[in-house]
């Protein structure tokens, strides 16, 4: 599943999400960047909703 991020870098998630905002917010418009996948390096956990470090992973989810 691709991620999206908003401009201003505070939310990150799958695109129907931000379609629904979009719609729920009555917004015409609004830009996003497509995440790039880093293995190794920091990564974005659904479960937590931040970003997490290396090693971190595992520690939310069940």
Do not use: A, Q
Request: with cysteine; net charge negative.
């Amino acid at each position: 599943m691709k991620y999206y991020i908003f401009e201003d870098g505070e939310y990150v998630m799958p695109l129907d999400c931000f379609k629904e905002e979009l719609i729920e917010d009555d917004l015409e418009e609004m830009t996003l960047l497509e995440m790039e996948r880093d293995i190794g390096g920091e990564m974005y956990c659904c479960k937590k909703e931040d970003f997490i470090e290396k090693g971190d992973c595992g520690k939310w989810c069940k």
